[in-house]
């Protein structure tokens, strides 16, 4: 994994079905590693799948909770399980602080 350079924001979207207690976690969890890893570099979309039903076929989303990084490409998904930090990290292309680049 590369460091994300300073200058780059990322856009992610999140699709989460209603206020399932999965959904709520995995935005909860979401925000906090995104403000301990790339505090003031992101941009977080939430989508609930029963609200716009039309987002959710636009970006061919078949389950939630599901994560799109939009931005800096490539374009990333996750789904299922959202819980486990490194996973997001990993998903998102994203260096931990902790990790040596």
């Given at each position: 994994m590369t460091p994300l350079?300073?200058?780059?924001?990322?856009r992610l979207r999140l699709?989460?079905?209603?206020?399932?207690p999965r959904s709520l976690r995995a935005v909860?969890?979401?925000?906090r590693v995104c403000e301990a890893h790339i505090p003031g570099r992101y941009e977080l979309e939430i989508v609930d799948i029963y609200q716009q039903p039309e987002l959710a076929e636009r970006d061919g989303?078949?389950?939630a909770p599901t994560l799109l990084k939009l931005a800096?490409?490539?374009e990333r998904r996750l789904s299922?399980?959202?819980?486990?930090?490194?996973?997001?990290l990993?998903?998102?292309e994203i260096a931990s602080v902790a990790e040596p680049f």
């Amino acid at each position: 994994m590369t460091p994300l350079a300073d200058a780059e924001r990322i856009r992610l979207r999140l699709f989460v079905a209603g206020t399932a207690p999965r959904s709520l976690r995995a935005v909860e969890v979401l925000r906090r590693v995104c403000e301990a890893h790339i505090p003031g570099r992101y941009e977080l979309e939430i989508v609930d799948i029963y609200q716009q039903p039309e987002l959710a076929e636009r970006d061919g989303i078949l389950a939630a909770p599901t994560l799109l990084k939009l931005a800096p490409g490539p374009e990333r998904r996750l789904s299922g399980d959202l819980l486990d930090e490194g996973r997001v990290l990993r998903g998102l292309e994203i260096a931990s602080v902790a990790e040596p680049f």
